[in-house]
């Protein structure tokens, strides 16, 4: 059963349209991140949230907006994509708290901009 | 310095090689590492966590040396389906935040 969800799978936008990207979860955790991996590099971190806390890394463009309504649902908003925001879209989940704690990644959101 | 860094390869080997990757990381007070392996545009997918010194699944063994600060991934033989690219990810401990490395690509030939 899948635990991390994203939808859609893959998004096709025009330049400066702006996208939603969807992301929920059934495990009941309390973090959830948005990641951004372009081809041949590490995931890149965007944000993340603990809870309702929201947690913007120094160096995610204003572009790029998020949304937790609910402990399950966290979304993405990209105001106006630009080229070089064509990527795939990583959503993880985690659960807090010393060693053994371990990231749950979604299937992803390819995104291709137009 | 990065964080986490790794050689990001590609390590080509045959078919029932045995191959290691290692993964070195800047903050001595991480206190979690993971492997993760990633296949082409697929999201990662957490191959094995490395606790105290190491541990062990199947084919697989992971190390640490926290006195060298890296861990170490080894794959004794190697199946065409472990073809992928291999994330070393390390947390502080303290917070929520994972760092990756770049990742090492592998390709098993037969």
């Known amino acids: 059963d899948a635990m991390v969800i994203q939808n859609p799978r893959y998004q096709v936008t025009q330049f400066g349209k702006p996208v939603t990207l969807s992301c929920s979860q059934t495990l009941n955790h309390n973090v959830m991140y948005w990641y951004q991996q372009k081809s041949s590099q590490a995931p890149k971190l965007l944000f993340h949230?603990?809870?309702?806390?929201?947690?913007n890394e120094a160096d995610t463009p204003d572009n790029f907006q998020s949304r937790r309504p609910n402990t399950s649902f966290c979304f993405l908003d990209i105001r106006s994509p630009g080229l070089g925001d064509a990527a795939m879209y990583l959503c993880?989940?985690?659960?807090?708290?010393?060693?053994?704690?371990?990231?749950?990644f979604g299937p992803g959101t390819r995104l291709t901009v137009l | 310095r990065k964080e986490v860094e790794q050689d990001p390869g590609p390590f080509n080997v045959p078919e029932g090689a045995t191959v290691a990757f290692n993964c070195t990381y800047s903050n001595s007070a991480s206190q979690s590492f993971f492997w993760y392996r990633q296949d082409c545009r697929k999201e990662p997918k957490l191959l094995m966590s490395v606790y105290s010194s190491g541990n062990e699944d199947g084919r697989f063994t992971a190390q640490l040396n926290r006195a060298s600060q890296y861990i170490s991934l080894l794959i004794r033989d190697s199946k065409l389906s472990d073809s992928a690219t291999y994330l070393c990810v390390v947390n502080l401990g303290s917070g929520n935040q994972f760092y990756f490395g770049t990742g090492t690509s592998l390709t098993v030939i037969p």
């Open positions: 949230y603990y809870d309702k806390d929201f947690n």
């Open positions: 993880a989940t985690s659960v807090p708290g010393g060693q053994g704690d371990t990231q749950y």
